[in-house]
């Protein structure tokens, strides 16, 4: 009589994290393997709203996004740090005082990913509303599901996480509330993704856009000083 084989258990959830490990992928956000998953969710925003990136528009630490998509709707671009580092900067001011930056002197205000570095966020969220010029539109991302900002946090501190809930709040209080969008996108895949480092790339598309309201990786506000 032949020796029996046992049919080989098919594959589960558990093994495919056991093969992953306890180490990520990358510990530079897959900035080596290709775009960061939080980037890919970020520049999805900032197109859905190019029309809000017009005029005189400032940017933190670099223009970027301002070049991207506001391409010839920008009359005027400004660079805002705080700190005398950067050389790109055409602005050093501090949102969480004010100190350095003009009133109402912007359209658009992009704000991505800051929040979170800055120990009072409403004090900063202050200072956006008074930087923006009445009717003017700030355009914010936030950290939901994410690491530790290992560069960043010895210098600037890494305080808050986000969730929606928690955005409508802050932003509604010095906005007003119904001034302010708030919305979440991210799934259980791309939040995962993200949290080992791969790249946007190695993902499908349709994968990266589904929508899972348990799983916020990312929170995008656009808030409007009325």
Not at 109 to 137: K, Y
Request: one cysteine or more.
């Amino acid at each position: 009589m032949g020796l029996l084989r046992r049919r080989a258990a098919p594959r589960g959830p558990a093994d495919v994290l056991a093969e992953l490990g306890p180490e990520p992928v990358s510990r530079n956000y897959g900035f080596e393997r290709g775009k960061p998953v939080d980037r890919w969710y970020i520049e999805r925003f900032l197109r859905a709203h190019e029309p809000d990136i017009s005029g005189r528009v400032v940017e933190l630490y670099e223009d970027t996004y301002t070049t991207w998509f506001g391409g010839d709707r920008v009359t005027s671009s400004e660079v805002l740090h705080h700190g005398d580092d950067n050389p790109a900067a055409t602005l050093i001011g501090d949102l969480q005082t004010g100190e350095g930056i003009p009133e109402a002197a912007f359209d658009c205000f992009i704000f991505t990913q800051t929040l979170h570095l800055i120990p009072e966020p409403i004090d900063a969220l202050r200072g956006t509303w008074r930087a923006l010029a009445p009717g003017g539109v700030l355009l914010a991302t936030l950290p939901g599901i994410s690491r530790v900002c290992t560069a960043d946090r010895p210098v600037w501190g890494d305080w808050w996480r986000f969730t929606t809930d928690g955005a409508r709040k802050l932003f509604g209080s010095v906005y007003g509330e119904d001034n302010v969008e708030v919305d979440a996108v991210g799934n259980v895949l791309s939040a995962s993704a993200f949290l080992y480092g791969l790249a946007a790339e190695e993902l499908d598309e349709s994968a990266l856009a589904a929508r899972d309201t348990d799983y916020e990786l990312l929170v995008t506000v656009r808030a409007v000083r009325r």
